[in-house]
Each structure stands twice: as C-alpha cells, then as structure tokens.
C-alpha cells in the first residue's frame, strides 16, 4: 500500500531569504505537501538559519553561492530516510516511493554517463 505524495518544487528560487521560507512553508501547510525539493537556493556558508523552514526537516542540502538545493519532509512524518546522495542527486523514500532532487547548474558537467539514479517504481525525479 502506498501514501499519497504531494510534492512543491519551486527549480529556481533565487536564494532562501526568510520571506521567502515563509512563503514556501504557507504554500506547503496549505496543500499538505509532504516533501519540498528546493533548487538555486544560493546559500554557500553552512548556517542552519538559512536552510529552515518552519514544519518540516532538513534532509540534504548542497552549497553553493550561485546554485544549491536542499530537500525536506514534513516534520511529523516517519518513515522517510536518506536513500542516495551523489553529486547532482538526493534521493529519499517515503511511503514507498523514491523521491529524487536531482540539479545540475548548467555550467557543470555530469559526473559520469548515466547521470540519474537508478531508482525502482515508483519514483519520482525532480
């Protein structure tokens, strides 16, 4: 038996300023969204602050000045664990389902020729 995931994903952000968390928590909470995959988050120092948001847990997060993504889940789920963490990927799995925040900035290459994880069904890439 699978959950139903409901997913926001917002590719290019531009930055995690407050506002703009805020914003993202409002339109999870009000379509009880169970896992954000976030990109161009432009966060490049490792400071918790920039990455919270209200309701839900950090899972990954990637940095960098001109680029970065970040992956949470809603913080009263339980059966969501880290599954793959590469380069250009964060996979997690929650209620059956691989959940992929795959990103890569345009000016870097892919690490090798199969740049997706390989995930079973069902998966979900971003």
């Known amino acids: ?7 926001t994903v917002r590719p290019t952000y531009a930055g995690l300023s407050a506002a703009k968390r805020s914003i993202i928590r409002d339109i999870a909470q009000r379509h009880n969204v169970d896992v954000i995959c976030l990109q161009e988050t432009h966060v490049d120092a490792d400071c918790a602050g920039r990455f919270s948001v209200s309701g839900f847990d950090l899972i990954s997060y990637a940095l960098h000045a001109k680029h970065g993504c970040s ?10 664990s880290q599954q793959l963490s590469t380069s250009h990927s964060d996979v997690v799995k929650t209620g059956g389902y691989n959940v992929a925040n795959v990103y890569k900035p345009l000016t870097e290459p892919w690490e090798d020729t199969n740049p997706l994880p390989s ?5 979900v890439y971003v």
């Open 71 to 80: 992956l949470y889940k809603r913080n009263d789920l339980i059966t969501v």
């Open 119 to 123: 995930l079973p069904h069902p998966a």
């Open 1 to 7: 038996m699978y959950m139903h995931i409901r997913l």
